[in-house]
């Protein structure tokens, strides 16, 4: 194989990363070499998993809708490992009620979470990576209900397809910096939160709209996030990659 997938000298930070696929994330860049900084609002969990990982990992308190608590973890990133060359944003929330119930301080809880913090993200990482003269990866979380609609889910559903939107317009501004920026577009993916879901008579309906009829695992999302954060994927900018075992067919 002549692809190089290795983050030997990378040093990456993944928000949201106390649970579920941020957690996975995290293991998975420590696995392929990178220093990595989980980062959470519950910085007691990163600390856990990061002690888990081992001396590559470090966790910081990081709240991805509060610019000064960005900025501290930046710097408690930089302290540890040096510039940050490598943003999982991760960090998202989802809630479930139908349009008309919808509060609006909900609807702007989760386009806050899930689309401005991502930009903020992106705004602070960007800036440090232009300021030390490093390229860069960010690969945004996206979702596949960013572009296929369902019920229940406006404000969710609307954040990922800004998120989408946030991933080209910033691809566009970055890759003259020598920063690309990529989404992943993920299905439903198995996780500690939504197994029980998943199992009941909600996920026995949806399984059957998914082409190859089960769920995904973490291990699904594995290869393309190594593929976006590696040399092997250096000429790939903008896109948005679905994984989601051919449910938006
Ligand atoms: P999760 O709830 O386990 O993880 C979300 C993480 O984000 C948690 O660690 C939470 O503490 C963190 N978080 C929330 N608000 C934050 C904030 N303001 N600052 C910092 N961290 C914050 O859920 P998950 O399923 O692992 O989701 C992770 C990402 O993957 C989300 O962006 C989600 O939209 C996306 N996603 C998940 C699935 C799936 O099937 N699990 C499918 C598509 C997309």
Redesign the pocket.
């Known amino acids: 194989m002549t692809a190089d997938f290795s983050l030997a000298g990378q040093v990456a930070l993944v928000?949201?990363?106390?649970?579920?696929?941020?957690?996975a994330f995290a293991g998975f860049l420590a696995d392929a070499g990178a220093k990595v900084v989980l980062?959470?609002?519950?910085a007691d969990?990163c600390a856990d998993a990061a002690a888990e990982i081992g001396e590559n990992a470090a966790p910081a308190a990081?709240?991805?809708?509060?610019p000064d608590?960005i900025e501290a973890a930046l710097d408690a990133a930089e302290k540890a490992f040096g510039t940050v060359t490598i943003l999982i944003n991760?960090?998202?929330?989802?809630t479930n009620r139908a349009l008309v119930d919808t509060p609006a301080a909900e609807w702007r809880q989760v386009i806050?979470?899930?689309l401005t913090?991502c930009f903020l993200m992106t705004q602070a990482v960007a800036k440090r990576m232009i300021a030390a003269g490093t390229d860069g990866r960010i690969v945004n979380?996206?979702?596949?209900?960013g572009t296929t609609p369902t019920g229940q889910v406006h404000a969710?559903s609307a954040s990922?397809a800004g998120v989408n939107q946030v991933t080209r317009t910033s691809a566009l501004e970055l890759a003259r910096h020598g920063i690309s920026v990529n989404a992943i577009?993920?299905?439903?993916?198995?996780?500690?939160?939504?197994t029980d879901f998943l199992d009941g008579p909600a996920g026995e309906r949806i399984v059957k709209r998914v082409a190859q009829r089960r769920?995904?695992q973490l291990a699904d999302l594995e290869g393309l996030l190594l593929l976006l954060t590696s040399p092997a994927g250096g000429y790939m900018t903008g896109e948005i990659v679905t994984i989601d075992g051919g449910l938006s067919l």
């Open positions: 928000t949201g990363a106390s649970s579920g696929l941020g957690r980062g959470a609002r519950r969990k990081l709240d991805v809708t509060d608590s991760n960090a998202g929330t989802v806050d979470t899930n913090g979380i996206s979702s596949m209900l969710y990922k577009a993920p299905g439903y993916i198995r996780t500690d939160l939504n769920f995904g």
